[in-house]
């Protein structure tokens, strides 16, 4: 089975966690960062120009990795200080470059999706960090190098991006609201004559987590916020896309999403709630997974129904897979292709009320048979968590790596080191993992699945390290 297109955030002056697997979240109001970065004091950064794109005779781009450069002497003196991003092929297997490309301008961040059909990737291209204005659409064919600057402007970072089906439009979502009112709008474009549109947009307050189309519907997850806070229960939102309105509001009742003010000695008056979402689309459905509890609900794409919250029957376990479960404040999940088999883990995030310390607990990793909901085995659990395409490998990720066999998490194989995320699916049996640092030296490595070994590594200057997989 291929691995489903991914989408890529790219920022240039923020220490973020890169995102990977299926797609991105929508950006939930968040705590402070552990690590907060220096914002940009100026807005003047001018609009990336894409060089004419050249490649090498007979040369072939399957991997881009992007990262910070030196602007050259024709940069503004911001991008004198803080580099511009920009995408370079590199082989798989070694991670060097390919010579004899023109690098993709990435400006100071931009987000990135390939096609259904591979042939075309998406990029969103902002010039500055002082805010998402100035945003440009480009079409890159990465068969044919070749870049097409479209007249599309969004001057707000994207909640959701995605591809139609048969590859002909593009949807995002934006915020459109000011500051004491959250309003999200979805907008389209077509892909040979590109002109963004608005569709419609989503009830006012409605924050958006993540979204996926479904035909002609659009399914997104969130909740009700208020200056920063949720105010109540989860619930999907279901949007007839070609009517541009909504249909139908399914609310979750008791499951929590978002930011909700809360009160515990000597930690930050304020905790992210954030459930797992493992999207199985072939099958019409949304396994939704509680945050707090050892429950899941279903949710019928369909019918706009859910069955739940459906308590997990936990195994008794001894011996080296005795992981405990604990509350947690964010769950991660992984769907098998075949939709039955479930992977989930967890991460209890407690942030001092006293300065920007953090303590992270990995809680288990479970592996839970969706036929009956029970479980079949348990292990320790990560920060982050991916499963590989074939259902082969589950690759736990955080302050350490571990590789392990997705039938009974055996593990395979454990690397003291950090990886802030898997940062592309795979490149046959090869998947690329990415520890960044700002304002330090970031780390790119190449993982045989099959083995679990390190089969290459790369440091790259400076604290960004995402790779883009193409055809």
Known sequence: MRTPSVLHVGLLAVAAGLVVACATP?????????AATPEIAASS??????????????????????????????????QQELGVLRARPIDPMTLRDIPGFTPLELGHHYRA????????????????????????????????????????????????????????????????????LTQYAVFATDGAVPSARELMRLPAGFQPYEARLIGSRLAVVGATDQHGLATGDASVVFVDVPAGQVSSLLPLAGLRLGQFNVSEPGLYPFRM??????????RGRLIVVDAERDVVRVVDLSSATESGPLEIRARAVKGAGTAKMVSTTRKVAALSADGRWLYVSGMREDVSGQGPDM??????????????RSETARGDGGKGL?????????????????????????????????????VAGERGSIAYLAHVSYPGVSTLRAVDLATGRIAATREIARHVADVIALP
């Open 113 to 180: 999706l390939l096609s259904p059909d591979r042939r075309t990737l998406a990029t969103i291209v902002w010039p500055s960090g002082s805010s998402s204005a100035g945003g440009v659409l480009h079409f890159v064919d990465p068969v044919a190098w070749t870049d097409r600057v479209t007249g599309v402007q969004i001057d707000e970072s994207t909640a959701w991006l995605e591809w139609s089906k048969d590859g002909t439009q593009l949807f995002w979502m934006r915020y459109i609201g000011d500051p004491s």
């Open 359 to 372: 303590h992270l607990t990995p809680i288990a990793l479970q592996r839970i048979d969706m036929t009956d």
């Open 273 to 282: 709630i954030s459930p797992a979402l493992a999207w199985d689309l072939p």
């Open 386 to 422: 991916w499963l590989s395409s074939d259902g082969s490998r589950v690759v736990l990720f955080g302050e350490t790596v571990t590789v392990v066999d997705a039938n009974g998490l055996r593990q395979i194989s454990h690397f003291g080191t950090p990886a802030t995320a898997v």
């Open 45 to 78: 950064l001018a609009v990336p120009t894409q060089a004419p794109m050249v490649r090498p005779a007979g040369g072939s781009a399957s991997l881009l990795l992007v990262r910070v450069e030196d602007p050259g002497p024709n940069g503004s003196l911001i």
């Open 26 to 34: 929508a950006a939930l109001p968040a705590r402070p960062s552990a």
